[in-house]
């Protein structure tokens, strides 16, 4: 399932939490693809605190309790990092991490958890929601099966990627918009990962970050660029991500554009792309200013003079995911709409 779509179902097992018709799920997908990062946003869209429990480094003791002896009783110490009305709110989300990477008695300590929202005394607060990820078992990840009576404790999610949901992301996070560009010029390097290879370093929309933060610190040092892309990204993908950074000395002068100067796209189409996420970059940008409406109107007419319509429907569509339906009350929207004929704007 792709993200935008899973974030949805996530954000309404939350608010089942609230009023008792929460189902646990759990997220299936490989390393870097952004299952954890998924849980976060739930946390932050809904202003709740997330408690992410990385299961692979527990102990069953550690889910479970110590004990200790009460006159001539043995209880037991509830852990501190369970979610507490008092101590972490009335509402939240308590994320099991690395699921399948825990020890078998690890997962058998958390059946009770899981389905009956307690362990011996300790009870799960009503309004907190639990959520579980892991990889599968042929991702090359330390991975146990998950018994059949854990699994059935969960309503069960593979994450699809989804190039369109991670440029949405991107924009928001302010990833580098020369990242973008390569990955709408690339879209299957967006993740590629053969497990038969094992490899250290390859592209996934974590490594893709690291990339984005690696141009940040280095692009002053041509010398070292590539072996630090190389590093995040692979050996094949940094060099095809350091080729294309270089040759953008050739784009057309984007001040020009937004002022609405008449200028010709570029015959190249690495170099479409490149224009297409920068000016997209350049929307969020002005999105507050007192001339965003003209600048989004420059940006719209521009969109009518590339070669195919294609490529003028992916900036306009990259531009409304990333600043709203602020951009259908510009003059030039329905200009430029009626321009590209039958091609629809896809979502």
Avoid at 119 to 127: K, M, N, R
Avoid at 183 to 203: G, Q, S, T
Wanted: charged fraction near 20%; charge should be negative; proline fraction near 7%.
């Amino acid at each position: 399932m792709r993200p935008a779509h899973l974030s949805t179902i996530l954000d309404q097992e939350f608010i089942g939490a609230q009023n008792g018709h929460h189902t646990p799920v759990m997220l299936w997908g490989p390393p870097g693809i952004g299952k954890s990062d998924i849980i976060n946003q739930i946390g932050t869209r809904n202003h709740i605190p997330v408690i992410d429990i990385r299961l692979s480094q527990m102990e069953p003791s550690d889910l479970r309790g110590i004990p200790f002896r009460n006159n001539e009783l043995v209880e037991w110490a509830t852990p501190a990092m369970l979610p507490n009305a008092k101590r972490h709110g009335n509402k939240g989300i308590l994320f099991l991490d690395e699921i399948t990477s825990a020890v078998p008695s690890v997962s058998a300590a958390a059946y009770q958890l899981i389905l009956d929202r307690r362990l011996g005394e300790y009870e799960v607060p009503d309004g907190w929601a639990i959520f579980a990820a892991g990889n599968r078992q042929g991702d090359r990840g330390v991975t146990y099966t998950m018994p059949a009576p854990l699994a059935n404790r969960f309503s069960h999610f593979e994450i699809q990627l989804n190039l369109d949901d991670w440029v949405a992301w991107a924009y928001q996070n302010n990833i580098d918009e020369r990242i973008i560009a390569f990955l709408r010029f690339r879209p299957e390097l967006l993740f590629d990962f053969d497990p038969a290879h094992n490899p250290v370093a390859f592209p996934s929309p974590r490594s893709w970050e690291f990339a984005h933060r690696a141009l940040q610190k280095f692009s002053n040092h041509p010398e070292l660029l590539l072996g630090t892309l190389q590093a995040c990204v692979g050996p094949s993908s940094g060099i095809e991500l350091k080729a294309f950074v270089d040759s953008l000395d050739q784009m057309p002068d984007l001040d020009a554009i937004l002022r609405g100067e008449d200028i010709k796209a570029p015959k190249e189409i690495d170099l479409q792309y490149a224009v297409a996420a920068a000016l997209v970059g350049r929307a969020i940008r002005a999105k507050d200013s007192d001339d965003a409406s003209t600048v989004f109107g420059h940006i719209l007419n521009y969109a009518k003079v590339f070669r195919t319509k294609e490529m003028g429907v992916m900036l306009v569509s990259d531009m409304l995911r990333a600043i709203g339906d602020d951009l259908f009350n510009t003059p030039e929207f329905s200009q430029w709409a009626q321009s590209i004929g039958d091609i629809m704007l896809y979502d």
